[in-house]
């Protein structure tokens, strides 16, 4: 166990605003918003990141540093020690960030969330949405 703490500090940090396609540049995406999704969190990143092989840590007591109410991070291990990369298809940070995006909108509890919303929309939220748009116009 002693081994593996120096390497964490290795690992690449992936914050979830990295791929949030509702953030600008400024703010922190780090790929184009046409291939980044929306609202991604720890758990579907590191989900995503262990269905392609790689080993990863949420920090869920970590904040991003533009902006601090966005909570908790992702460690990702893209390297060994020696350097190789783990994963052939992911050799790059810029990749992960990219495939993973890909991922969270298929994530198991994504889905299930977008099956129950649109039977909820049809009579409650639908009503409710016009005016939400109305008031941040204003």
């Known amino acids: 166990m002693e081994g593996e703490r120096p390497n964490i500090k ?3 940090v992936f914050y979830p605003i990295y791929i949030n396609s509702k953030k600008t540049l400024p703010e922190g995406r780090r790929i184009s918003a046409s291939k980044a999704c929306e609202n991604p969190t720890c758990i579907e990143i590191a ?3 262990t269905y392609l ?3 990863c840590i949420i920090e869920a007591d ?3 540093p533009r902006d601090f109410m966005q ?3 992702v460690r990702v291990q893209l390297k060994r020690e020696d350097g ?3 994963n052939p298809s992911i050799p790059s940070r810029k990749e992960l960030m990219l495939r993973v995006a890909e991922l969270v909108p298929r994530h198991h509890g994504r889905t299930k ?3 129950q919303v649109p039977a909820g929309t049809t009579s409650n939220a639908g009503s409710g949405k016009p ?3 109305g008031r941040k116009k204003k």
């Open 62 to 64: 970590k904040a991003y």
């Open 10 to 12: 290795k690992w690449i």
């Open 71 to 73: 909570r908790g991070r």
């Open 84 to 86: 190789t990369v783990i």
């Open 131 to 133: 005016g939400k748009g």
């Open 113 to 115: 969330k977008q099956e």
């Open 47 to 49: 989900d995503s990141c």
């Open 53 to 55: 092989k790689l080993t």
